[in-house]
C-alpha cells in the first residue's frame, strides 16, 4: 500500500517545505488515493498517500510513538505485525490503533535500525528519530516495495518514485549514459544507480542512516547466501521428504499470513503452476468467495486462457479475464514508461497494467500472485538452457548433445524454425569459466542493441564495460556455488528486484494503486528455497522439481504435470502499421531522435522501417525498437516535462473498452 | 581461391548494413568478420538473410546450408551465392 516522500536537511522556511511535500506526494498520489498526510518539524518533512488495507479508520501517516520522538511514513506491508505487536505490548508499549505501521514505531524503540531484521514483510520507510536527530530509510529484502533518493548537500530527499524527487529544487532529470548502456545489456540499471543522474535507489535489504551532518550511511542488513559446491550434494531421500514438507509447511504459512488485511484480497490466476498453487492454497486457508483474474492475448502464441478456464473450474474461484490487443500496447506504452521511469527492452509490463487498472475497476486493492517462484526454485527456462550450454561445452565434438537444445524451447517457434548448426553457434556465447556465463546469449543479444547509440554516447562510454561491471559486484563466495546457484543469484539479486517487481511488478500494480503479495518471496521460503541443492530444483531438465513435487497435492493431476509457459506478451508489432498510435512516428523522427542525442537518427529511422516491412522482427531488433521508443518516451515526458501533457491526452483520448469476461 | 565478384559483395554489405547495423560505418564490421561474434545477427536474424538472399539473388536456400560456414561474414555470405549461382545455371 500507499506511496511516501519527504525531506531531511534541506533548508527552508515551512511554509516552502509545507508546500513541497504536497507536491512530492502529490506525485505519488495515485500509490494512496486514500488519503494523504504530511509531518514537518525541524530538519525533517515526512509525507505519505494512504492505500487503506488495515486498521481502515485509525491507520492515518505519518504515525509516531507514544511520546511522538518516533515517526514514520510508510509503503507496504509487515505481514508478522500480529506476532510482533504481541511481544510489543508485553513490553508495556502502547498502541493506538491495529496497523503494522505503528508496530514498525514501537520495535524501532525497542531496537534502533535493526528493527528491520524482524519484519516479515514488503517495505520501504523513513523513520525520524528526533532522539538521535537521525533519519532512518529501509527497504524489504527482495525489493517489492520502492525506494529513491536524492542529496542535496547536506541533506537528502526521498520518494517512492522518482517523479516525487523531481519537484525538489536542485533535482534535474538528466540521463545516465551509463544505467542506458546498463539497461540495453541487463534490461536494468544497477542499483543503486538509476537513469537519472545523481538520483539514487536503495537498494533491496538495505538500510541508510542520515544523521543532520551530512553522514549518510548505507549498508545492507541481509543477503542471501548458497551452499558450496562440495556440500551441494543430493540428499537422503528421507531428508528429501523432510525438505519437502518443510517446503510445504512454509509456503502455507507465507500464504496465510498474507492474507491478513481488511479489505478483501483477490488472486492472479495465469493458469500456470506458481499461480495456481498459490490460488489453491487461498482457497484451503479462506472458505469464503474468492475472485480471480487474469489477462488473455489475442494470439494462441502468448494467450492461456483455456489453462485458466481449467483452474477456475477446478478451485472453484469467481474469475475476471481482461483481454489484452496488440493495440492496447501500445496505446498504454508512454503510461507504462511514465509509471516505470526508465526505457524498456520488453513489452511485458504492459499487460500488467492492463491487468491492474481490471482488479482496481472490479473494487480490489490487493492481489496475491504466484512471482518469485521461479527465481527461489529455479523455474525460468534460462537455468535449463545453462545447464544444457554447459553439458554440450563439456563434449564439444558430440554432435547429439546440441540435440537437446530445441527441446528448450517449444513455446518459441522463431526458434524452432532455426538450423541446428545456428542454434548451437547462438547458444555457445561464452566461456563456461565466467561467471555470467549462464546469462551470455541474454545479455549478448541484448547488447546488440547498442548499434543505435549515437557516436556522442558512444564517446561518452569509452572504457566502460557493463558486464565487467557485474562481475565486479558478485559475493567473493559466488565461485565456490553450484551453477545453478550462480545462476539463480544473477536472477533473484539483480533481475526480479530490478526488473520483474518494478517495471513489471509494483510500477504496472500501483499505477491503478494495486498491491501485489508474493507468498513465494516470503523470506522464509527464499532462504530455504537457497539451502536446497541445486540437483533437486533441477532434475534432469524438469524445472523447480521439489517445488512441483512438495505442493503437487494442492492440484488436481492433469494441471500439476502441464509443461511450463512462461509469462510473454506479444511483440509490439502494433507500433507500427495502421493502428500505431502517433507518438510513435513522432518520438522516432531522425530529428526528435537527433535532438535527444541518445541515438544515431538514421539508424533509429532504417529500424522503425524494417519494423513496419516485416512480418516479425528478430529478438535484438524487438528489443532496440522498444528501447529506443522508450528511451525516446522517457525523454519526452521527464527530460522536456511533458509529463502532464502526455498524462491528459492519454486520459482523454478514448481507450476502447477492454475485452473484459466474467465466469465461474 | 577466386576472387569475388565485387557486385555481390557490395549487395551483401549494403544489405547487412541497412538491416543488421542500421548504419554505414564500414569500421564496425569488416568483411571476413563472424557476423554472429560482433553481434550483429542473431540467431532470428539469420532467417532474415536468407529471405533476403532468395529474393535479391535468385537462389534457394536448403535448411541444410543454413550454417555458420555459409553465413557468418559477408565474404562466406558472398561466396556462398556465387557457387549457388553456378550450381544453379549449370
Not at chain 1, 208 to 216: H, N, P, Q, T
Not at chain 1, 496 to 510: C, K, N, T
Not at chain 1, 553 to 576: C, M, N, T, W
Not at chain 1, 583 to 598: C, E, T
Request: proline residues 5%.
Amino acid at each position: 500500500m500507499c506511496g511516501i516522500a519527504g525531506l531531511f536537511g534541506i533548508d527552508m522556511s515551512p511554509d516552502a517545505k509545507q508546500g513541497l511535500l504536497g507536491r512530492m506526494i502529490g506525485a505519488v498520489g495515485h500509490r494512496g488515493p486514500d488519503g494523504q498526510g504530511i509531518y514537518a518539524d525541524g530538519p525533517v518533512g515526512l509525507a505519505h498517500a494512504r492505500l487503506s488495507i488495515l486498521d481502515l479508520a485509525a491507520g492515518a501517516q505519518p504515525m509516531c510513538n507514544e511520546d511522538g520522538t518516533v515517526w514514520v511514513t510508510f509503503n507496504g506491508e509487515i505481514f508478522n505485525y500480529v506476532e510482533l505487536r504481541n511481544e510489543l505490548l508485553a513490553l508495556g508499549h502502547k498502541f493506538r490503533t491495529q496497523s503494522d505501521t505503528e508496530v514498525i514505531v514501537h520495535l524501532y524503540e525497542e531496537m534502533g535500525p535493526d528493527c528491520v531484521t524482524r519484519f516479515n514483510g514488503d517495505f520501504a520507510f523513513a523513520i525520524w528519530d528526533s532522539r538521535n536527530n537521525q533519519l532512518v530509510m529501509a527497504r524489504d529484502r527482495m525489493g517489492v516495495r520502492p525506494l529513491f533518493y536524492a542529496r542535496l548537500g547536506n541533506g537528502l530527499a526521498f520518494g517512492s518514485e522518482i517523479k516525487a524527487l523531481l519537484h525538489v529544487p536542485g533535482v534535474n532529470a538528466e540521463l545516465d549514459p551509463i544505467a542506458l548502456d546498463q539497461i540495453f545489456t541487463f534490461w536494468f540499471p544497477l542499483a543503486p544507480r538509476t537513469l537519472f543522474k545523481g538520483i539514487e535507489e536503495l537498494p533491496p535489504a538495505h538500510l541508510l542512516v542520515a544523521k543532520s551532518s551530512g553522514d549518510v550511511s548505507v549498508r545492507p542488513y541481509w543477503s542471501l547466501n548458497y551452499p558450496e559446491t562440495s556440500d551441494d550434494r543430493v540428499p537422503l531421500v528421507s531428508d528429501q521428504a523432510a525438505l519437502e514438507e518443510e517446503l510445504f509447511a512454509l509456503f502455507c504459512d507465507a500464504t496465510r499470513i498474507r492474507l491478513r488485511s481488511d479489505v478483501p484480497v483477490g488472486a492472479y490466476l495465469s493458469g500456470g503452476f506458481d499461480s495456481s498453487v498459490t490460488t489453491s492454497a487461498i482457497k484451503h486457508l479462506k472458505t469464503e468467495r474468492l475472485r480471480s483474474f487474469s489477462v488473455t492475448f489475442e494470439s494462441a502464441e502468448f494467450d492461456e486462457s483455456a489453462f485458466q478456464r481449467e483452474m477456475v473450474a477446478a478451485l472453484g474461484t469467481e474469475h475476471t479475464s481482461v483481454l489484452c490487443r496488440g493495440v492496447d500496447i501500445a496505446e498504454h506504452f508512454p503510461n507504462v514508461i511514465e509509471h516505470a521511469e526508465r526505457p524498456i527492452l520488453r513489452s511485458a509490463p504492459a499487460p500488467m497494467m492492463v491487468l491492474s487498472s481490471l482488479v482496481r475497476e472490479q473494487g480490489f486493492k490487493v492481489v496475491m500472485t504466484g512471482e518469485g517462484a521461479d527465481e527461489v526454485f529455479a523455474g525460468y527456462d534460462i537455468f535449463k538452457e545453462a545447464k544444457l550450454r554447459r553439458f554440450c561445452a563439456r563434449q564439444p565434438q558430440s554432435r547429439s548433445r546440441p540435440q537437446l537444445l530445441r527441446r528448450l524451447y517449444p513455446y518459441l517457434p522463431a526458434l524452432q524454425g532455426q538450423s541446428q548448426r545456428y542454434l548451437e553457434a547462438f547458444f555457445a556465447a561464452g566461456d563456461s569459466g565466467d561467471p555470467l556465463f549462464s546469462h551470455m546469449p541474454r545479455f549478448r543479444t541484448t547488447s546488440g542493441a547498442k548499434v543505435f547509440f549515437s557516436d556522442d554516447l558512444k564517446r561518452e562510454l569509452v572504457g566502460y564495460d557493463a558486464l565487467d561491471d557485474l562481475r565486479s559486484r558478485l559475493p567473493a563466495s559466488f565461485s565456490r556455488w553450484h551453477p545453478l546457484s550462480q545462476a539463480q543469484h544473477l536472477e533473484t539479486t539483480y533481475l526480479l528486484p530490478s526488473y520483474i517487481l518494478s517495471s513489471q511488478g509494483d510500477r504496472m500494480a500501483m499505477a491503478n494503486a494495486v498491491e501485489g503479495r508474493f507468498p513465494f518471496l516470503d523470506h522464509r521460503l527464499v532462504e530455504l528455497g537457497a539451502r536446497i541443492p541445486a540437483k533437486l530444483k533441477v532434475r534432469a531438465l524438469e524445472e523447480k522439481h521439489i517445488l512441483r513435487r512438495s505442493l503437487q497435492s494442492l492440484l488436481p493431476e492433469v494441471i500439476a504435470k502441464r509443461p511450463k509457459q512462461p509469462y510473454r506478451a506479444p511483440d509490439g508489432h502494433s507500433f507500427v502499421g495502421a493502428d500505431a498510435p502517433e507518438y510513435v512516428a513522432d518520438r522516432l523522427s531522425k530529428s526528435a531522435v537527433n535532438a535527444a542525442g541518445y541515438f544515431d537518427g538514421t539508424a533509429v529511422g532504417r529500424l522503425h522501417a524494417k519494423a513496419q516491412r516485416s512480418a516479425q522482427l528478430g529478438t535484438r531488433d524487438h528489443m532496440a525498437f522498444l528501447g529506443v521508443l522508450s528511451t525516446q518516451v522517457w525523454h519526452r515526458q521527464f527530460v522536456e516535462g511533458a509529463s502532464t501533457t502526455l498524462r491528459s491526452q492519454n486520459s482523454s483520448k478514448k481507450q476502447e473498452t477492454p475485452d473484459v469476461v466474467t465466469f465461474s | 581461391m577466386s576472387s569475388l565478384s565485387p557486385d555481390i559483395m557490395q549487395a551483401v554489405r549494403t544489405f547487412v548494413s541497412e538491416n543488421f547495423l542500421f548504419r554505414e560505418d564500414r569500421d564496425t564490421v569488416g568483411d571476413s568478420e563472424s557476423l554472429l561474434d560482433a553481434n550483429i545477427i542473431d540467431s532470428t536474424g539469420v532467417l532474415e538473410l536468407v529471405a533476403f538472399l532468395e529474393e535479391d539473388f535468385g537462389i534457394s536456400v536448403a535448411d541444410s546450408e543454413i550454417v555458420p560456414e555459409n553465413m557468418d561474414s559477408i565474404e562466406s555470405i558472398s561466396r556462398y551465392v556465387e557457387r549457388k549461382r553456378a550450381q544453379e545455371a549449370a
